[in-house]
């Protein structure tokens, strides 16, 4: 499984940023995305997660810290896994990733729990 992830930038505080990771290969039909984010000396944290179930259905999960703020979806015709961000805080300054997860039974919050990583993409909010 590869993951591509791009959309990061600089931002005001207030405004809004959707990042896109596009994954190819042997996904499966049931699995999970998953968003984390490393903050400038700190370690990586949970973001939000997608669990896709089927075509149709899938169960999403957020961090406290940007749930009402933050909202993963999907599209399935293109492979991609979006992460719309709203509301932007100069805490959310980080570099975000995503990775994949074999299973989408439960909702992983801990990275060692995905398989499958993009690259980062950096994200700046400014004051």
């Known amino acids: 499984v590869q993951l591509q992830a791009s959309g990061g930038g600089l931002v005001q505080a207030g405004g809004s940023l959707r990042l896109s990771c596009a994954y190819s290969?042997?996904?499966?039909?049931?699995?999970?995305m998953g968003w984390f984010r490393q903050p400038p000396g700190k370690e990586r944290e949970f973001v939000a997660v997608i669990a896709v179930i089927n075509w149709s259905d899938s169960r999403t999960f957020y961090a406290d810290s940007v749930k009402g703020r933050f909202t993963v979806s999907r599209d399935n015709g293109k492979n991609v896994v979006y992460l719309q961000m709203d509301s932007l805080k100069p805490e959310d300054t980080a570099v975000y990733y995503c990775a994949h997860d074999r299973q989408s039974r439960v909702l992983h919050t801990q990275g060692s729990s995905y398989n499958y990583w993009g690259q980062g993409t950096l994200v700046t909010v400014s004051s």
């Open positions: 290969g042997r996904t499966g039909s049931s699995y999970a």
